[in-house]
């Protein structure tokens, strides 16, 4: 079954980076979009961003669009977040999700990594 | 940028039907697709094309959609159905979720 696998949330300053990774088992990888999605605590889903099967392209939300970089090596079956200038607003539990396909609906959902910014 | 309206909260009398609505600018020319989340727990989506359910989903979720407002249906409320509900649809190339609704079974 599919199983998705995040890790690498922490506690930063304000200002840092951080880099989460999901680990994707039990499917093909390679392809299918994968997104990133944050809920802060106690408040509903925000979408992150997307990737395409193949790393080519990807789509952001507003809010992180230019800050934050989503990748992929499918070679390994990961995803990646990179995530810059991290503001108190990015606090948030990051969950890694599957897509169908592409541009379809989120069939998958990890359990998720917090990550905390805090001076 | 698009949006999705979503009640905070609907309650539901055990054994009885829950409908929660999802509104947003003709809505029914999008595909809606519904995530549940119980309390500690990821989301798991429990409706996917407007009225398809996953493998493993019971047959008490159902989904519809309209011009004004997709909904999503729990027919014989059990106690487990109590968590938040989000709807989601994709606008142009990004993804949009709605606020969320509290499902409370009374």
């Known amino acids: 079954q599919v199983q998705l696998v995040e890790s690498g949330g922490g506690v930063v300053q304000p200002g840092q980076s951080l880099r989460l990774s999901c680990a994707g088992s039990g499917f093909t990888f390679s392809t299918y979009e994968m997104h990133w999605v944050r809920q802060p605590p106690g408040k509903g889903l925000e979408w992150v961003g997307v990737i395409s099967y193949d790393g080519r392209s990807e789509n952001y939300g507003d809010s992180v669009k230019g800050r934050f970089t989503i990748s992929r090596d499918n070679s390994k079956s990961r995803l990646f977040l990179q995530m810059n200038r991290l503001s108190f607003e990015d606090t948030a539990v990051y969950y890694c999700?599957?897509?169908?396909?592409?541009?379809?609906?989120?069939?998958?959902w990890g359990q998720g990594t917090l990550v905390s910014v805090s001076s | 940028s698009y949006e999705l309206t979503q009640p905070l909260s609907v309650s539901v009398a055990l054994g009885q039907s829950a409908k929660i609505a999802c509104g947003g600018y003709n809505i029914g020319d999008k595909t809606v697709h519904w995530h549940q989340q119980r309390p500690g727990q990821a989301p798991v989506l429990v409706i996917y094309?407007?009225?398809n359910r996953p493998s493993g989903i019971p047959d008490r979720f159902s989904g519809s959609n309209s011009p004004n407002s997709a909904t999503l249906t729990i027919s014989r409320a059990q106690a487990g159905d109590e968590a938040d509900y989000y709807c989601?649809?994709?606008?142009?190339?990004?993804?949009?979720f709605g606020g969320g609704t509290k499902l409370t079974v009374l």
């Open positions: 999700a599957k897509d169908f396909y592409s541009r379809s609906w989120i069939t998958d």
């Open positions: 094309n407007d009225n």
């Open positions: 989601q649809v994709w606008d142009g190339n990004t993804v949009v």
